[in-house]
């Protein structure tokens, strides 16, 4: 029996360290080029999605996270303009390296205050929901 | 820029009530057809994770339900034996209905005691991080 198709499937990582902050990247390619955004990307096929957190944070970032939880799941058929995207989100610490962007970040900065800065996708709603910024609310927008 | 292939994402449902228990549905498809499983199944394409959730428990066991949180996402390469799938579970409460299977389950019913039902997938694995059976661990057993 055929599988359905269903959303494409991420992972971003809100790393998060007391003294210094929070990380972000900025994009180097479409949608939202040029913006900042959490580190992360597509989940491959056989990869666990603890794994696909850390790789994506090391290509993106150049540090080695842990994953500390699970920050939510964010499914909002409208979040991404490539089409339908769930991204599960990991709140990760750092155990090793520096920042240094490499791959799709033409960027990689701990910020330590977040005021003025335009963030990519739903990543403000992200951030906010975990208390990084104001107005927060639960993940997807649909639940009762 | 075509979009990688990424794992099917599935939802699946712990339908918890402190006097019926737990609700299980028996599977009547491949694999693990005929052993008992959470309802659940595959997220369609614009849909949200929990609307998904919801809808596949009314189509599985005819209760409406209410979605409290996510448990957490399950997400190890060889869960599922079709291929690649990672499950975004919910923890959720029934808020109308009665139980009567439907759709992909042969039966549905409350279960008070799960002593000696032996469940499709990483279910089990999951209802123990949930600390409904003995032996719980962290989600896709590739955590740090």
Excluded: K
């Excluded at 003294?19 to 900025?26: A, H």
């Excluded at 180097?28 to 850390?54: I, K, M, Q, S, T």
């Excluded at 499914?75 to 490499?102: F, I, K, M, Q």
């Amino acid at each position: 029996m055929p599988r359905p198709a269903t959303p494409a499937l991420t992972v971003d990582a809100v790393i998060t360290d007391p003294r210094r902050g929070l990380v972000l990247i900025r994009r180097r390619n479409p949608p939202f080029a040029g913006r900042w955004a959490l580190p992360g990307g597509f989940v491959d096929v056989r990869e666990a999605c603890e794994d696909a957190c850390c790789r994506e944070v090391r290509e993106e970032t150049g540090l080695e996270v842990a994953i500390c939880g699970l920050l939510g799941v964010w499914s909002r058929a409208d979040r991404d303009p490539r089409g339908h995207t769930v991204s599960a989100v990991y709140l990760c610490r750092v155990v090793g390296g520096t920042v240094a962007s490499g791959d799709d970040a033409a960027e990689a900065a701990w910020f330590a205050d977040l005021g003025g800065v335009s963030l990519a996708f739903d990543h403000a709603e992200i951030l906010a929901s975990a208390g990084f910024l104001p107005g927060g609310q639960a993940p997807s927008g649909s639940r009762p």
